[in-house]
């Protein structure tokens, strides 16, 4: 159902200026309606033709003539504009207002009230802060949303766009059911998309564009919990494996030097031979401020770690103590150092710092107090999602715990009957004193 869509020009006759003439306004009408703006255009109310909505050519000269019709010429084309603007939220969006025709007209920034241009909105300022303090991997991210967003609207309303206030739990529902079931994503990663999206109907509520959050009861659903870290018998077999190409010992070094320092892969490739300090004592520490949280990291190296970065001197760029491939370069060798190995796990490059914090700290001893501050977290309830405290761990947690407390803890001896059966109702001697 279309709305009813009127234009109207009118002369302010309340305002009249001190040459006798009056500012031309434009009225638009949507469904009963009305936003109202100045043309920027003026005239003598004895040359307006109010039937019309235009000015009356008429004059002693030509020169007259050409500025009266130079300004039914503006009106004209603020008329086109209006019309053209109406039709294009008609036909793509299937909402339009009177405010949105007139901030059309006059070309005024207007809060967005589409979900795909509120998308588009948020990604070009997101572009700009790309390399400052947003990096490009999450800009892309939000780049692939906005496509699937809209995808979707095409894929299951036939529109490009829809507007914010049409949006509610049915509408998350369905798009949850098209990124699960219609491009089989897995929980994981349709999450991230689901989480961009409500970014958008947030930073829309506070636009006031919307006034409640029409996702508020929708809740993400828990992605199945994976396999965070090796355990030591797997470690053991990536660090022992033989492996004949350059490329995979190259990426196997690089992931056990991660699991004895903790380092993720893009703290690894801004590791720089200035970030690594000799105290007094002769012992080496990594200095380094973390990229994604600039919170500064203070991590011994152990005798592995200073092994690896001896047998690749001299290897790194402009400074830089390695050369670290790309993501994607790095999990397709770890596949094959992980299939080589028989690990029977996704194997990746991340997993070297949750065995970092489990199995080369927590397992050893090391305080979750200490493994936080060395992994650069500002909470310890980050650490707490690496640091999982493993079965061999509980096990030499409670040997020690036997031990110090086999000599402390002991039973009374008191002398009661060895053979006694306690049933309720049966046993009279309950009540007899113990000598």
Request: proline share 2%; charged share 25%.
């Amino acid at each position: 159902m279309r709305s009813t869509f009127k234009l109207l020009f009118y002369i302010n006759k309340n305002k009249v200026k001190a040459n006798g003439n009056c500012p031309i306004m434009g009225r638009i009408t949507i469904d009963g309606k009305i936003a109202q703006y100045s043309t920027g255009e003026e005239i003598n109310p004895a040359l307006w033709d109010s039937q019309k909505g235009r000015v009356i050519v008429r004059g002693n000269s030509k020169e007259d003539k050409r500025e009266l019709a130079a300004i039914n010429d503006s009106l004209c084309s603020l008329e086109d504009k209006a019309k053209l603007a109406y039709k294009k939220n008609s036909d793509t969006v299937g909402y339009v207002s009177a405010e949105i025709i007139k901030n059309a007209v006059i070309g005024r920034q207007q809060a967005k009230e589409t979900l795909i241009t509120l998308f588009d909105e948020h990604n070009e300022e997101y572009a700009k802060r790309v390399g400052i303090d947003r990096v490009h991997h999450s800009y892309a991210r939000y780049l692939t949303s906005r496509k699937h967003v809209y995808n979707f609207l095409q894929y299951k309303y036939g529109i490009e766009d829809i507007p914010l206030r049409s949006l509610d739990m049915q509408f998350i529902n369905d798009f949850h059911f098209y990124l699960s079931k219609v491009l089989k994503m897995k929980t994981v990663t349709l999450n991230d998309y689901l989480i961009a999206l409500r970014k958008m109907v947030r930073r829309a509520i506070k636009q006031r564009t919307i006034k409640r959050d029409p996702f508020a009861q929708h809740k993400l659903e828990k992605a199945p919990k994976l396999h965070r870290h090796l355990s030591g018998e797997q470690l053991e077999k990536v660090m022992s494996a033989k492996l004949y190409t350059y490329r995979l010992c190259h990426t196997r070094d690089l992931f056990v030097f991660s699991v004895f320092t903790g380092l993720g892969r893009a703290d690894l490739a801004n590791l720089s031979t200035d970030n690594i300090i000799t105290e007094k004592d002769g012992s080496q520490w990594i200095f380094i401020a973390r990229q994604k949280t600039k919170s500064e990291c203070y991590i011994k190296l152990l005798d592995i770690p200073k092994q690896i970065i001896q047998k690749y001197k001299g290897e790194g760029k402009d400074n830089k103590v390695f050369h670290v491939p790309g993501t994607s370069s790095l999990c397709r060798s770890l596949k094959i150092i992980a299939e080589k190995c028989g690990l029977d796990c996704h194997l990746t490059f991340y997993m070297a710092r949750h065995t970092f914090a489990t199995e080369t700290c927590l397992a050893n001893g090391v305080p979750i107090e200490t493994i936080s501050k060395i992994m650069g977290h500002s909470n310890i309830r980050t650490t707490q999602i690496y640091a999982e405290t493993t079965n061999q761990k509980v096990a030499k947690d409670f040997g020690k715990l036997s031990t110090q407390t086999k000599d402390i803890f002991s039973l009374p001896q008191d002398k009661i009957k060895t053979l006694r059966v306690y049933q309720s109702g049966r046993y009279s001697g309950w009540k007899e004193e113990v000598i």
